[in-house]
C-alpha cells in the first residue's frame, strides 16, 4: 500500500508540473530580469550557479540520447533562455565582486581550488575555455547550421513532390502525407531557427570576454583607489573572484555550444542514439582496431617512450578487436545457417502457395507461344495486358485484378487458355509465326488460308502467312498479329465477366478512395444502411448487364437515397439505373445520338406482369417452357431488324418486367439489352422501329 501510496503522489506531482508548465516557464523569465536589476545575496546566486551547470549538463546529455535533431525541437529558445540565464548570473556575481568582494562559495571555490589560488593560471585556463568554444565549437556549429538550414529550404520543394507522388501512387496515406508534410516543415523551421540561435552562443563567448575584463579593471580600480588595498592584493582578490566567475560561467556555456554542435551535425536520423550509433560504427570493422593495435605495439617498443600506456592500450584495443571479430564470424555463420534453412523451406513453401493460391485471372500459354509473352525474346503481350487493364478502367470504372501468365507443357504448342478463378473459360489455338485475317465484308478478292474463327466474336477468319500480310490489307482484310489477337479475346472475356472480377475487397478499396472526396455520402451509407457485401451486389448487377461503375457519387448517393426503404438488391439495382439515365442511353444510341428500340406489345406485357413470381432472391417470370420458348422467339424476331440495320438489339419495356426479361432470353439472346421506360432520358431521342406482339 505504501508504494502505490508513493507512486500516486509521484504521478500527481508529476502531472502538476506537466501543467503548470507555462507558470513556472513565465516565472523563470522574470525572475532572470529581477536578477539583472535587484542585487541577490550569495547563498541565493550558490543556488542559480549550480542550477546553471545542472540545466546544462542534462541539455548536453539529453542531445546525446536523442535519435534526431527534431526530438529537440525546441533547442533554438531553450538557448537563448540559457544565454540569458548566464548573462543574468554574470551581472548579479559582477554586482557582488565589485561591491563586497566576495560572490559565494561556488565562485571562490572555482576560483581557490580549481586554479589552485593562482589567478594567472586560472586567467590562462578561462582564455583557453573561451577560445575553445568560441573558434573551434561555436563557429563550426554556425557554419554547419547555416548550410543545414539552406540545404533544407532549398530541399522543400523535391520532398513535397516526392510526397505526392508517393500519395498517388497509393504507397502512402493521406494521414501519413499530412505527417510527411508537417515534419518537413518543421526541420524547415528548426535549422533556420537553429542558424539564428548559434549568434546567441557566439555572442555569449565575446559578452564573457568583455565583462571578465570590466571586472578585473573595475576590481582593480575599487580596491586601490576606495579601499587603500595595494595593486598586487587588490589583484589576488579581485582578479581570482573575477577568474572563479568566468569558470563558473564558462563551463556551462562550453556544455551548451557542445550540444548545440551536437544537434546541427546529427546528419541522419535513426533508431538508435549518438552513442550506440558511434559505437557500431566504430566497431564495424575489427581489421581497423587489429592495425591500430598492432602500431601502438610499435610505438610501445620506440626507446624513450613510455611503454606502459602504449601497451596497455594495445592489449586493450587487440582485445576487443578479437571479440569483435569472433562475434561478426558466429552472425555469418547463423546467417549462412538460415539462409541454408530459407533455401530449403523456400521451394516447399512457395510450391504450396501456388497449389492452394487461385488467381481471379490467369492466362496459360503452350510452349511455342512462350516467345509472345516473354520480353526477353522480344514478346510485348506484358505490355498489351497492361494497356487492357488500363482500357477496363476507362470503360468500366473498374480496377482489374493482376492477371497472372504461366507457361503450361500440358497444353497443346500453339493453344492458350483464359481461367477465371481456376476455371478455365476459353482456348483457343493460334499460329505464332502467321497472322490472321479477318472479313470486313468489303473483300475484293479471296485470300488462300488456313480458315478458322476468330476468338473474340466468333467471326470467320483465316491464318495467313506474313507474305500474304500486304495482299491481304489490298483486299480489305483485317489483318492483326497473334500478340493482338490474344489480347482482344482477353480483353471481351474481361469485359463479359467483369462482374465476377469485382470482388468485396475492389468495391471497399474504391469507396475508399470515393470518401477522400466525397466523405458525407460514404459515412451516410456505411455502416448504417448497407454493408460492404450488398454494395458489391448491386455493382455486379450493373457488371453483369454492361453497364459501367465510373459514377461511383451517382450511385452511392441513390443507394443512399433508397436503402432505408428496401434490402432488395434487384430493386436497388433499378433505382441505380434510372439514376444513370444519361449514362446509359448515351452508352447504347447510334451514332446519330439516336436510340433505335423495339417495345412489348400492351396487352402481352400485361400478361407477363401478372406471371411475375417474388421470392428472396428476386422477382422472375413463371412461365410454361412452351411460353418461354416462344416469347424469346417473337423477341429474338423483333431485334432481328435492328441487328440488320447495324443498330444495338434493345428492348424497351415496363420496369417491373426489366429485370425478369433479361434473366429470361440471357442464354439464348446475350446480346439483347433491355431497357425500362423509366431508363430512357427524356433528352434521349427514342425511335420504335418494331413490337413484340
Known amino acids: 500500500m505504501a508504494s502505490i501510496s508513493t507512486r500516486t503522489s509521484n504521478n500527481f506531482l508529476i502531472r502538476q508540473l506537466n501543467d503548470n508548465s507555462d507558470v513556472l516557464f513565465a516565472l523563470a523569465l522574470v525572475g532572470i530580469i529581477i536578477m539583472l536589476i535587484i542585487p541577490m545575496p550569495t547563498w541565493i546566486l550558490d543556488f542559480l550557479l549550480a542550477a546553471n551547470i545542472t540545466f546544462s549538463m542534462v541539455v548536453i546529455l539529453v542531445t546525446i540520447y536523442n535519435t534526431e535533431p527534431l526530438d529537440l525541437s525546441v533547442f533554438p529558445s531553450l538557448l537563448l533562455f540559457a544565454t540569458l540565464f548566464r548573462l543574468a548570473l554574470s551581472v548579479s556575481s559582477t554586482r557582488l565582486i565589485l561591491g563586497q568582494a566576495y560572490a559565494g562559495k561556488v565562485i571562490e571555490s572555482f576560483g581557490n581550488f580549481v586554479?589552485?589560488?593562482?589567478?594567472?593560471?586560472?586567467?590562462?585556463?578561462?582564455l583557453i575555455l573561451v577560445v575553445?568554444?568560441?573558434?573551434?565549437?561555436?563557429?563550426?556549429?554556425?557554419?554547419?547550421?547555416?548550410?543545414?538550414?539552406?540545404?533544407?529550404?532549398?530541399?522543400?520543394?523535391?520532398?513535397?513532390?516526392?510526397?505526392?507522388?508517393?500519395?498517388?501512387?497509393?504507397?502512402?496515406?493521406?494521414?501519413?502525407?499530412?505527417?510527411?508534410?508537417?515534419?518537413?516543415?518543421?526541420?524547415?523551421?528548426f535549422y533556420g531557427a537553429m542558424d539564428g540561435a548559434t549568434k546567441f552562443v557566439k555572442g555569449d563567448a565575446i559578452a564573457s570576454i568583455i565583462i571578465v575584463i570590466i571586472d578585473i579593471i573595475g576590481g582593480l580600480i575599487i580596491g586601490a583607489l576606495q579601499h587603500g588595498m595595494p595593486l598586487a592584493e587588490a589583484g589576488?582578490?579581485?582578479?581570482?573572484?573575477?577568474?572563479?566567475?568566468?569558470?563558473?560561467?564558462?563551463?556551462?556555456?562550453?556544455?551548451?555550444?557542445?550540444?548545440?554542435?551536437?544537434?546541427?551535425?546529427?546528419?541522419?536520423?535513426?533508431?538508435?542514439?549518438?552513442?550506440?550509433?558511434?559505437?557500431?560504427?566504430?566497431?564495424a570493422q575489427p581489421k581497423a582496431l587489429f592495425v591500430s593495435a598492432a602500431v601502438l605495439l610499435l610505438l610501445a617498443l620506440v626507446p624513450g617512450l613510455p611503454a606502459g600506456?602504449?601497451?596497455?592500450?594495445?592489449?586493450?584495443?587487440?582485445?576487443?578487436?578479437?571479440?569483435?571479430?569472433?562475434?561478426?564470424?558466429?552472425?555469418?555463420?547463423?546467417?549462412?545457417?538460415?539462409?541454408?534453412?530459407?533455401?530449403?523451406?523456400?521451394?516447399?513453401?512457395?510450391?504450396?502457395?501456388?497449389?492452394?493460391?487461385?488467381?481471379?485471372?490467369?492466362?496459360?500459354?503452350?510452349?511455342n507461344l512462350i516467345s509472345l509473352v516473354l520480353p526477353e525474346q522480344g514478346g510485348d503481350f506484358l505490355d498489351r495486358v497492361a494497356m487492357v487493364r488500363r482500357q477496363m478502367a476507362l470503360e468500366m470504372g473498374m480496377v482489374i485484378p493482376p492477371v497472372r501468365i504461366l507457361d503450361n507443357l500440358?497444353?497443346?504448342?500453339?493453344?492458350?487458355?483464359?481461367?477465371?478463378?481456376?476455371?478455365?473459360?476459353?482456348?483457343?489455338?493460334?499460329?505464332?509465326?502467321?497472322?490472321?485475317?479477318?472479313?470486313?465484308?468489303?473483300?475484293?478478292?479471296?485470300?488462300?488460308?488456313?480458315?478458322?474463327?476468330?476468338?473474340?466474336?466468333?467471326?470467320?477468319?483465316?491464318?495467313?502467312?506474313?507474305?500474304?500480310?500486304?495482299?491481304?490489307?489490298?483486299?480489305?482484310?483485317?489483318?492483326?498479329?497473334?500478340?493482338?489477337?490474344?489480347?482482344?479475346?482477353?480483353?471481351?472475356?474481361?469485359?463479359?465477366?467483369?462482374?465476377?472480377?469485382?470482388?468485396?475487397?475492389?468495391?471497399?478499396?474504391?469507396?475508399?478512395?470515393?470518401?477522400?472526396?466525397?466523405?458525407?455520402?460514404?459515412?451516410?451509407?456505411l455502416p448504417d444502411l448497407m454493408t460492404i457485401g450488398e454494395i458489391q451486389k448491386v455493382l455486379q448487377n450493373l457488371l453483369w448487364e454492361g453497364i459501367?461503375?465510373?459514377?461511383?457519387?451517382?450511385?452511392?448517393?441513390?443507394?443512399?437515397?433508397?436503402?432505408n426503404k428496401t434490402k432488395d438488391t434487384q430493386l436497388l439495382t433499378e433505382y441505380v439505373r434510372q439514376s444513370l439515365s444519361r449514362q446509359i442511353c448515351s452508352l447504347f444510341q447510334d451514332s446519330d445520338a439516336v436510340l433505335y428500340v423495339v417495345t412489348i406489345d400492351p396487352q402481352l406485357e400485361d400478361q407477363l406482369l401478372q406471371a411475375l413470381k417474388q421470392t428472396d432472391q428476386g422477382a422472375y417470370l413463371s412461365l410454361q417452357p412452351d411460353q418461354a420458348q416462344d416469347l424469346i422467339q417473337k423477341i429474338a424476331v423483333a431485334v432481328r431488324g435492328l441487328l440488320e440495320q447495324g443498330h444495338n438489339p434493345i428492348i424497351v419495356t415496363a420496369p417491373l418486367l426489366r429485370r425478369p426479361l433479361k434473366?429470361?432470353?440471357?442464354?439464348?439472346?446475350?446480346?439483347?439489352?433491355?431497357?425500362?421506360?423509366?431508363?430512357?432520358d427524356p433528352q434521349c431521342k427514342v425511335e420504335v422501329t418494331g413490337m413484340v406482339n
Not at 579581485?238 to 550540444?259: E, K, N
Not at 476468330?454 to 500480310?469: H, R, V
Open 115 to 126: 586554479v589552485g589560488g593562482n589567478y594567472v593560471v586560472g586567467l590562462i585556463i578561462f
Open 132 to 189: 575553445i568554444q568560441f573558434i573551434v565549437i561555436t563557429k563550426g556549429a554556425e557554419r554547419v547550421a547555416e548550410v543545414a538550414a539552406r540545404f533544407t529550404l532549398d530541399a522543400m520543394p523535391g520532398k513535397q513532390m516526392s510526397i505526392d507522388a508517393d500519395l498517388n501512387a497509393g504507397i502512402i496515406t493521406e494521414e501519413e502525407a499530412q505527417n510527411e508534410r508537417l515534419k518537413i516543415r518543421q526541420e524547415a523551421d
Open 236 to 283: 589576488r582578490v579581485y582578479v581570482l573572484l573575477t577568474v572563479g566567475d568566468g569558470l563558473v560561467s564558462q563551463i556551462p556555456a562550453l556544455m551548451l555550444s557542445t550540444a548545440t554542435g551536437l544537434v546541427v551535425t546529427r546528419a541522419a536520423s535513426s533508431d538508435m542514439n549518438m552513442g550506440e550509433e558511434m559505437t557500431r560504427q566504430l566497431t
Open 309 to 367: 600506456p602504449f601497451l596497455g592500450l594495445a592489449l586493450f584495443i587487440g582485445l576487443i578487436a578479437y571479440l569483435l571479430n569472433k562475434q561478426s564470424e558466429l552472425v555469418v555463420e547463423e546467417e549462412l545457417v538460415e539462409e541454408d534453412l530459407q533455401q530449403i523451406r523456400a521451394p516447399l513453401a512457395e510450391e504450396l502457395n501456388d497449389l492452394v493460391k487461385v488467381d481471379p485471372l490467369e492466362v496459360e500459354v503452350g510452349y
Open 410 to 525: 500440358q497444353l497443346e504448342a500453339n493453344t492458350y487458355r483464359i481461367k477465371l478463378h481456376g476455371v478455365e473459360i476459353s482456348r483457343y489455338r493460334i499460329l505464332p509465326d502467321h497472322y490472321l485475317a479477318l472479313a470486313s465484308g468489303l473483300e475484293t478478292s479471296k485470300i488462300d488460308g488456313i480458315e478458322t474463327q476468330e476468338p473474340a466474336f466468333g467471326t470467320p477468319a483465316i491464318w495467313i502467312s506474313e507474305m500474304q500480310k500486304d495482299e491481304a490489307e489490298m483486299a480489305n482484310y483485317t489483318v492483326v498479329d497473334p500478340p493482338s489477337v490474344m489480347a482482344t479475346h482477353l480483353t471481351e472475356i474481361i469485359r463479359e465477366h467483369a462482374y465476377e472480377l469485382l470482388g468485396r475487397q475492389e468495391v471497399k478499396n474504391t469507396i475508399n478512395k470515393i470518401k477522400e472526396d466525397y466523405p458525407a455520402v460514404v459515412e451516410e451509407l
Open 548 to 563: 459501367p461503375i465510373k459514377n461511383m457519387v451517382t450511385i452511392l448517393e441513390t443507394l443512399a437515397d433508397y436503402a
Open 663 to 680: 434473366e429470361l432470353t440471357y442464354r439464348s439472346i446475350k446480346e439483347l439489352v433491355v431497357l425500362s421506360y423509366n431508363e430512357l
